[in-house]
């Protein structure tokens, strides 16, 4: 297997990474307090990865994401996943969240009942706090059940997902508007 690489790049956030192999995207981290920590959170996404010069389609990625860090809407629908190890229900949340338009947002409760799944809205919730792409996988859109932030897994925690939504223009009040084309 071909091994796992990883770079850093600049976004109006701070320093963001990404890590690959072979054409698809092994996981996304969000800037640390250190440049050490994001390549520490990469390398528990990527066991082993080595930082590499990123080729042509990854330096493209790094570049939508810091467009989409300024503001700029992009779906990232196209971006390929490993998906290797990932539970089902994992891959079937995320696949949701893909869904929440930029500058839209959802809840925990809504993304379960999209799935088939009412009463696991907690179980979205652990799936999405397990989310290896943040960003790619917008979990930043899914909030609690009252339209409250709720938790957030990357550096920062919920002022982290606060500044990304602010940046998407969605976070406008104490409460935000949520999608309503799931489910």
């Not at 890590?19 to 640390?32: E, F, H, K, Y």
């Not at 080595?50 to 994401?65: C, G, I, K, N, W």
């Not at 925690?157 to 309503?180: D, V, Y």
């Amino acid at each position: 297997m071909e091994t796992a690489s990883l770079a850093l790049f600049e976004t109006a956030i701070g320093r963001c990474g990404l890590a690959w192999r072979a054409g698809s995207i092994l996981g996304v981290t969000l800037p640390a307090r250190t440049e050490a920590g994001t390549v520490a959170r990469l390398r528990q996404l990527a066991p082993g990865a080595q930082p590499a010069a990123m080729p042509a389609e990854v330096a493209a990625l790094s570049r939508r994401l810091a467009a989409l860090l300024k503001g700029v809407p992009d779906d990232l629908a196209d971006v390929a996943l490993d998906f290797g190890g990932q539970p089902e229900l994992h891959r079937r949340v995320y696949g949701q969240a893909r869904a929440i338009p930029f500058g839209q947002s959802s809840t925990y409760g809504a993304l379960a009942r999209a799935l088939g799944e009412p009463g696991a809205a907690r179980a979205v919730g652990m799936a999405l706090g397990s989310n290896p792409w943040p960003l790619i996988v917008p979990c930043h859109r899914v909030l609690a059940a009252d339209g409250r932030l709720g938790g957030f897994s990357a550096p920062g925690g919920s002022a982290t997902k606060r500044r990304l939504l602010e940046i998407e223009g969605t976070f406008a009040a104490e409460r935000l508007p949520l999608f309503g084309g799931l489910g």
